[in-house]
């Protein structure tokens, strides 16, 4: 079974930089897809970024192209978003999750999610 467990997060000015870090327990290695999703009040859930079920070849919205970093340490069982220049309309509500391998395709897409495992949360607020 996979457990998710963020940390990482807080409030930072717009332009500055957080990180956030999810601890994955149990096997995920060509099972799993991760990834990182957000949602803000009132708005949808949108995915953020992810990477393939191989722990590479990473895909993100265009809402966060070139500021935003997934990586995953498939050694440690660490997924990383690394978030720079941070926005006031990136704040949110975010959330890593593991996706079944069947449902990865298209990355971010939304189907897959009702599929996911779930962390816990992290709050990331970006003030102007």
């Known amino acids: 079974q996979v457990q998710l467990l963020q940390s990482g997060g807080g409030s930072v000015q717009a332009g500055g930089s957080l990180q956030l870090s999810c601890k994955i327990t149990g096997y995920i290695y060509g099972f799993y897809c991760m990834g990182w999703y957000r949602q803000a009040p009132g708005k949808e859930r949108e995915g953020v970024a992810t990477?393939?079920?191989?722990?590479?070849?990473?895909t993100y919205a265009e809402s966060v192209r070139g500021r935003f970093t997934i990586t995953e340490d498939v050694e440690k069982n660490i997924l990383t978003l690394e978030m720079n220049d941070l926005r006031p309309e990136d704040t949110a509500m975010y959330y890593c999750a593991a996706v079944p391998r069947e449902w990865c395709n298209p990355p971010l897409n939304r189907r897959g999610t009702d599929f996911a495992t779930w962390g816990q949360g992290t709050q990331v607020t970006a003030t102007s």
């Open positions: 990477m393939n079920t191989l722990g590479y070849d990473p």
